[in-house]
């Protein structure tokens, strides 16, 4: 009678090695990791749609009847400035549109017709001057500037800050709350302590 041997250890390990290598996966469904990376965002989020600024027309000459005082904290300024209300209007684009008049203390009147944005930093720019009892388009390429807050140029940022926008909020104040608060030196229906800092 012949004797068997029994297969080694290490015979046996590479049998069961190729065993599997030949087997592989039975199916794809199977396959427990997902391969593809998944989006960076659902299909619903779309990217919000651009700012677009709305065709502006230049008003009529204000009349005095119409014609705001604007109370401003700086002393040292060298102008008194009115809004007329007649003018004042916010477009469908958020912008808050007005003609601006400042007097110097000799009686001499500048005229513009300017708009402001009421975003976190604020925005304005200058569309048109007056002149000769109308408004000339400025004709400089003028482009939205930001607010100076250094106490440089007071009145866009009080405009800004206190009469035009709703603090906090970054958008327009109704017109009429624009007017009460125009009349009543920033006394309105709004808190008006002021925009965050950064």
Partial sequence: MRATCAPSPARLLTL???TLALAGPTSAQENLFVNDAEPDAPK????????????????PWPREQDLIPVRL???SEPF??????RSLSTGA?????YTLVAESSSGTRNLSFEGIRCTPHGEYRIYAYGQNLSFQPSGLGEDWR????????????????????VPR???PRPHKSQVRAL??????EYDNSGFMME
């Fill in 16 to 18: 069961g090695l190729l």
């Fill in 44 to 59: 619903s989020i779309r990217d919000g749609e651009k700012w677009r600024e709305q065709q502006v027309r230049l008003p």
């Fill in 73 to 75: 904290d700086s002393a």
């Fill in 80 to 85: 008194e400035y009115f809004i007329d209300a």
């Fill in 93 to 97: 684009d958020k912008v808050v549109r």
């Fill in 146 to 165: 930001p607010v100076d807050r250094t106490g440089a140029d007071p009145i866009h940022e009080e405009l800004w800050r206190y009469y035009l926008c």
């Fill in 169 to 171: 909020k970054f958008e």
């Fill in 183 to 188: 009349k009543n030196g920033r006394v309105g």
